[in-house]
């Protein structure tokens, strides 16, 4: 999120009540963003301070605000649209505001969505991503061989076996070629086996109760091809 502030600024917006915890210059309070950037604060602040507060820029006593007098388009600006802007007594707070929903909570998955645009979905995502897999094996399940998974069998539990036999062999055979590579260790095939069919079992075990028919269906297909 820091590397991309400029593109999460304009959705988190302070809704301004009172004023008192508003920065004037810095929060996303107005319909013009961050003002110091937007009255081109830099060169001068007109007399207002840095670490000001919206509140602390209106007199309650004379209701008015207490800003110089515009001397450019922007500032005016500025002033048309503090003529709307009504202080009371409640607190300011956040608020997200994406993709024209606001809410006072922050969703990773709008925002990630927002930044991310609109991306149809690839063919494979059923193969990588599909109920009851282990989602560890799902990080490095290869591109190069999607292709041939997307011709794997028709039939959901035969398929869904297959998708875990072949991810649980992509997981373990990883770090058996780097402690081979690196460390000069080796574990023989059936070891390898042993540790995914066991894992493989414990899987379809593990959605007996939510799903009995698919965890007896793939029990004994994985009992007639092991």
């Not at 004023?19 to 602040?45: C, H, I, K, M, Q």
């Not at 379809?204 to 007896?216: G, I, L, M």
């Amino acid at each position: 999120m820091i590397k991309t502030r400029s593109q999460i600024y304009p959705l988190l917006r302070r809704r301004l009540v009172n004023g008192e915890s508003t920065s004037f210059w810095v929060d996303n309070w107005s319909p013009f963003g961050n003002l110091y950037n937007y009255l081109g604060a830099s060169t001068s602040r007109f007399g207002i301070l840095r670490t000001a507060t919206v509140a602390s820029l209106y007199d309650h006593d004379h209701d008015h605000w207490l800003l110089p007098p515009a001397r450019s388009e922007n500032q005016l600006a500025l002033h048309v649209y503090l003529t709307t802007v009504n202080l009371s007594d409640d607190q300011d707070q956040y608020e997200w505001d994406v993709a024209g929903k606001t809410s006072s909570r922050y969703s990773t998955g709008e925002v990630y969505t927002y930044l991310k645009g609109h991306v149809p979905l690839v063919p494979w995502t059923q193969l990588v991503w599909f109920s009851y897999g282990i989602p560890r094996h799902s990080f490095l399940t290869w591109l190069d061989l999607i292709q041939q998974l997307l011709a794997s069998p028709r039939n959901k539990d035969l398929r869904r076996l297959t998708l875990l036999a072949f991810q649980g062999s992509l997981y373990w055979l990883w770090p058996e070629r780097n402690t081979r590579l690196h460390q000069q260790s080796f574990r023989t095939a059936e070891s390898i086996f042993s540790t995914i069919d066991k894992q493989l079992r414990n899987c379809v075990q593990s959605f007996r109760h939510s799903n009995p028919r698919a965890s007896s269906a793939m029990m004994q297909l994985w009992f007639l091809r092991s």
